[in-house]
């Protein structure tokens, strides 16, 4: 499946572009953390659960903007989107995962978001459109400037992917 040519979209679309990856990232950050907690490590599912509520407050703000915007119906659904923009995909996550590997996880995630608004203004035609996009491309860099500040207070990273006492198992 191709993904959809954004070029053309117009401020309530891209509005709809931003609520879809802001609600992407909240669920997957969820999902984290229920898996950090049915293993026990409490810290993670913390970190994971802090990501999430901040995720969350942004998709609130967006959906409010988008209310007070237009009930107008739009041309952009999720599947429009192909891969998630600001959530960390679920192979990076494993269960004795430390907060410096969740910082790192979630720093390049928002890198990503970073990545995807600049490749879209560069594509945008519609003004207002671009004018949006440029905020939400600010909005992500604080982002990836706070998590790095967070980061950064914490002692280097050892990972523990190797170590694992459970690994996955295939199955036939």
């Given at each position: 499946?191709?993904?959809?040519d ?18 992407e990232?909240?669920?997957r ?11 026990h490590n409490e810290e993670a ?8 509520a ?6 609130a703000?967006?959906q ?12 952009v659904?999720a ?7 600001e959530?960390?995909?679920y ?13 790192e ?21 519609d ?9 939400f491309?600010e909005?992500e ?13 914490l002692?280097p ?13 295939p199955h036939?």
């Amino acid at each position: 499946m191709k993904q959809k040519d954004f070029s053309m979209l117009n401020l309530l679309e891209l509005l709809e572009i931003a609520i879809l990856i802001e609600e992407e990232a909240a669920e997957r950050f969820g999902v984290f953390s229920d898996q950090m907690a049915v293993h026990h490590n409490e810290e993670a599912a913390r970190l994971f659960r802090e990501l999430q509520a901040h995720e969350a407050a942004h998709l609130a703000r967006l959906q409010e903007k988008r209310r007070r915007a237009s009930d107008l119906p739009i041309s952009v659904k999720a599947l429009d989107l192909l891969e998630s923009v600001e959530a960390p995909p679920y192979e990076c996550v494993h269960y004795k995962m430390t907060e410096c590997e969740i910082f790192e996880a979630a720093v390049a995630a928002e890198q990503n978001a970073v990545a995807f608004y600049e490749n879209l203004l560069k594509r945008l035609k519609d003004e207002e459109a671009r004018d949006l996009a440029r905020t939400f491309l600010e909005e992500e860099k604080r982002h990836v400037e706070l998590l790095e500040n967070k980061r950064g207070a914490l002692p280097p990273c050892a990972p523990l992917c190797d170590q694992d006492d459970d690994p996955p198992v295939p199955h036939a």
